[in-house]
C-alpha cells in the first residue's frame, strides 16, 4: 500500500539535543510539508519541499532544518535553537504543489 | 499571523441535528481545501473547491466556496457519532499571479456528538 510513514510515534528530547523526526513516502509525491500542531490549534507550515535538492521555509522555520536528498524523503531536525519544541509534528505529501495533501501518522515530542 | 479564521472553535451537538463551520479569508484563495482529524489521528482529506460559487456534496456533507473566494463552509445535515473530530478547512494564496504553494489552515473547528 502506498503512504506516508513517520517515525518514531513518540520522541522525547533532552535540553540543548537535536532530535530527527524521519518522513517516508512511497507514493511519487513531488512536494512534501512539515507541519507542526499545538494542542486546540490548527497546523503551522514548518518547511516545504515542492522538488527534489530545494526546499523552502514555512511560517515558523525558525530552531528547525530539513534536507530533501531523495524524492522519498524529508527528515525534518529539530534543534536546540527550538525552545518549545513540544508538540505533534505531521509530515504530508502531495502530487503537486497545490494538489489536495496526504499525512503521516505523526510524531509527537517531548521535552525530558 | 493566521490568515484563515475559522468558527466556531468548538461545537457540541445532539444526533441527528445539523453542524455548520464557516471559514474566512483576509486574502482571495487559489482553492479551498476541507481535512477531517479524527480524536489523536491525522488529517484526512475531504474535498477541494476551485471555482467561485462552487457547491459539491458528499453524502451529508455539503461544501461551498464563496463568490469572492473568501470564504467558505461545511455543512453537515443530520450529524452521526462517526462525524465526530476536527475539521479543518485550508487554502492556497496567491502571491501576484502566483499560487505560493504553501496551504494555510484554519484553527479547526471540533465537533462533538451526543448519542
Known amino acids: 500500500d502506498g503512504g506516508i510513514t513517520q517515525s518514531p510515534k513518540y520522541l522525547f528530547r533532552k535540553e540543548g539535543q537535536n532530535v530527527t523526526l524521519s518522513c517516508e513516502q512511497n507514493?511519487?509525491?513531488?512536494?512534501m510539508y512539515w507541519y507542526r500542531q499545538d494542542p486546540g490549534q490548527g497546523l503551522r507550515l514548518i518547511y516545504y519541499?515542492?522538488?527534489?535538492?530545494?526546499?523552502q521555509k514555512g511560517d515558523i522555520a525558525e530552531g528547525y532544518s530539513v534536507s530533501r536528498e531523495k524524492k522519498e524523503s524529508f527528515p525534518l531536525t529539530v534543534t536546540s535553537a527550538q525552545k518549545n519544541p513540544t508538540a505533534f509534528y505531521l509530515c504530508?505529501?502531495?502530487?503537486?504543489?497545490?494538489?489536495?495533501?496526504?499525512f503521516g501518522d505523526g510524531t509527537r515530542l517531548s521535552i525530558l | 499571523g493566521q490568515q484563515v479564521m475559522q468558527i466556531p472553535q468548538y461545537q457540541h451537538v445532539q444526533e441527528g441535528e445539523d453542524f455548520t463551520t464557516y471559514c474566512n479569508s483576509s486574502?482571495?484563495?487559489?482553492?479551498i481545501q476541507w481535512y477531517k482529524q479524527r480524536p489523536g489521528g491525522h488529517p484526512v482529506f475531504l474535498i477541494q473547491?476551485?471555482?467561485?460559487?462552487e457547491v459539491k456534496k458528499q453524502k451529508r456533507l455539503t461544501f461551498q466556496f464563496g463568490e469572492a473566494k473568501k470564504n467558505s463552509s461545511l455543512h453537515i445535515t443530520a450529524t452521526q457519532t462517526t462525524d465526530v473530530g476536527t475539521y479543518f478547512c485550508?487554502?492556497?494564496?496567491?502571491?501576484?499571479?502566483?499560487?505560493?504553494?504553501?496551504?494555510?489552515f484554519g484553527q479547526g473547528t471540533t465537533l462533538q456528538v451526543k448519542p
Open positions: 485550508a487554502g492556497h494564496r496567491y502571491v501576484g499571479s502566483s499560487n505560493t504553494g504553501k496551504l494555510i
Open positions: 507514493l511519487n509525491h513531488d512536494a
Open positions: 486574502t482571495t484563495l487559489s482553492n
Open positions: 504530508a505529501s502531495s502530487i503537486g504543489s497545490t494538489a489536495s495533501q496526504h
Open positions: 519541499s515542492q522538488i527534489v535538492n530545494d526546499f
Open positions: 473547491l476551485v471555482k467561485s460559487g
